[in-house]
């Protein structure tokens, strides 16, 4: 695989360079194309530009197995993500589309990539796909703000999400569709005690591979009770998708990842049904 690296010196002055390196081992007679990418983990949030950065760190968990993939940067349209990818301090471009980006990681290492440099403030999503597990996460920092630490997440088709709202805190939603079609969400509000809120539903739709990202003010409107605090039901339509939430206060430093977590769906126990 071919990449260019450009390096910035002291005087600012740029050098290119092409190169060529193997960077994926699809296996003795396979291409890349063949390699089995089956492993996901996706990041709803992921953006760079003017003070805002995105730091991915993947971690390959296997004592003895080395791990291949793919990464793949996308704005809000399912389009490639237009910032400047950084690996070791270099910036890097794939020949073509450069969001992909193919990476290797050693039995019980790890690959970091951060992103910093765009044209204007880019924001969107980022995918990982491989051919074995990995765990990651993504540093994901806005000035003025903080850096909240965002989890990797499957895609799933119901979720519950923690939400707080009012008293000077804000809750962002970020929604990705996983999908090669169109989904619809399907949104409510729930308080403590998992009863639902009067009035606090809403409907989210995607394209395929798009992405939308919204405050819980402009989702439930005057429906969101003040100073609420409670969970966010999320079932899907169509598909498949992954999610983030993000707690905005009003200080500095005040700004957190909240847990989005899969729905179960359990047959009730014969206690519960006596």
Do not use: Y
């Amino acid at each position: 695989i071919e990449w260019t690296v450009q390096a910035e010196g002291a005087s600012g002055d740029v050098t290119e360079q092409t190169c060529s390196v193997q960077v994926v081992r699809p296996g003795k007679g396979k291409k890349l194309e063949d390699v089995d990418f089956s492993h996901l983990l996706d990041f709803a949030q992921f953006g760079a530009g003017e003070g805002m950065t995105s730091e991915m760190i993947l971690h390959n968990p296997s004592e003895t197995r080395t791990v291949n993939g793919m990464i793949h940067l996308m704005d809000s349209e399912g389009a490639p993500l237009e910032v400047l990818p950084h690996v070791d301090g270099q910036i890097l471009r794939a020949e073509g589309d450069w969001s992909a980006m193919p990476f290797s990681i050693a039995p019980m290492g790890h690959f970091a990539l951060d992103a910093s440099q765009a044209q204007g403030v880019r924001t969107g999503s980022a995918s990982v796909r491989s051919d074995g597990p990995l765990a990651g996460i993504v540093r994901f920092t806005i000035p003025g703000l903080g850096t909240a630490v965002l989890p990797g997440s499957q895609p799933v088709t119901e979720a519950l999400a923690s939400v707080r709202g009012g008293a000077g805190s804000h809750t962002g939603a970020a929604f990705r569709n996983t999908e090669e079609h169109p989904i619809t969400l399907r949104l409510a509000l729930r308080d403590q005690q998992g009863r639902p809120v009067p009035g606090a539903e809403a409907e989210v739709s995607l394209e395929a591979g798009a992405r939308q990202a919204r405050l819980l003010d402009e989702l439930f409107g005057d429906a969101l009770p003040p100073e609420f605090s409670g969970e966010l039901e999320i079932r899907s339509q169509g598909g498949s998708f992954v999610a983030v939430m993000l707690e905005f206060g009003s200080q500095p430093g005040s700004f957190t990842a909240l847990p989005v977590t899969p729905l179960l769906k359990e047959e009730p126990s014969d206690k519960n049904q006596q």
